[in-house]
């Protein structure tokens, strides 16, 4: 589990940009992080990730303070899927993916049997059996951002941070991208991504937070806070649920 007790953030001589935030993100779960551009999502990973340590308040990774936290223990429990990566990586998918074993080996210790099999099962898990042999390279930006998953998953983490993992994909690949993030969570795993798009918290989260200006203006079940009301609100500008076949879309209105 990770919760968020009373966090605020502020750049060194800035203003805040995150305001008291305090939620527990359910284990198990595809939890949703909403808001328009600068609400505050980037900033709230890095500081759930440990790389911006002067936020106030406490974020806790099962029960343990993230600052007592050696990087290590943070890896252990924490796993992070960029945007982008291995665009210019020459590596083969398969050795891509071991790349995330490394936090279990000492320093000088190269991968042995153990690691190679979680590199394999990942690259099971996330249909890559095909690829795994291609440069990371050529891949398309759809199957990169899976390889990414699987590098994640190989670090044996169970809490996977997905920042905007649909950003700049054709429809077909965000399809498979986030099923792979509902498949994981119904292994078991607490998914937390962030999205500009959502229709998709809609159809694949959980759970969703909604973030304006830094503060939480609302959070809970994704089909009960996704309303017109709540959603025009965060993103200022008038947006429609229509309902086509029993299920529920949302379009922003002109």
Do not use: W
Not at 119 to 146: H, W
Not at 158 to 167: K, R, V
Not at 170 to 197: K, Q, Y
């Amino acid at each position: 589990m990770i919760e968020l007790r009373n966090v605020s953030f502020a750049f060194r001589g800035g203003a805040q940009v995150l305001k008291n935030i305090s939620y527990a993100f359910p284990e198990g779960r595809v939890t949703a992080v909403l808001g328009p551009n600068g609400a505050g999502k980037t900033t709230l990973f890095k500081c759930m990730l440990g790389l911006y340590p002067g936020y106030t308040g406490q974020i806790l990774l099962d029960g343990k303070d993230l600052r007592v936290l050696s990087p290590a223990g943070r890896a252990e429990k924490t796993a992070y899927i960029p945007q982008h990566g291995g665009e210019g990586s020459g590596l083969t998918v398969r050795d891509f993916v071991l790349l995330g074993a490394v936090r279990t080996l000492s320093p000088f210790r190269t991968p042995g049997p153990a690691q190679e099999k979680a590199a394999e099962d990942a690259i099971r898990e996330l249909g890559l059996e095909p690829l795994a042999a291609r440069p990371v390279r050529k891949l398309s930006g759809g199957e990169r951002q899976l390889a990414l998953i699987a590098r994640a998953l190989c670090q044996q983490s169970g809490i996977l941070l997905m920042d905007e993992p649909d950003a700049s994909l054709d429809p077909a690949h965000v399809r498979d991208v986030l099923n792979a993030a509902r498949t994981l969570a119904d292994g078991g795993r607490t998914v937390i991504l962030s999205t500009h798009r959502p229709e998709y918290a809609l159809r694949y989260a959980d759970s969703v937070m909604l973030l304006k200006d830094g503060a939480v203006t609302a959070r809970g079940d994704a089909g009960e806070v996704l309303t017109e009301e709540l959603l025009t609100e965060l993103y200022g500008t008038r947006m429609r649920v229509i309902y086509i076949d029993g299920e529920r879309f949302i379009d922003p209105i002109p």
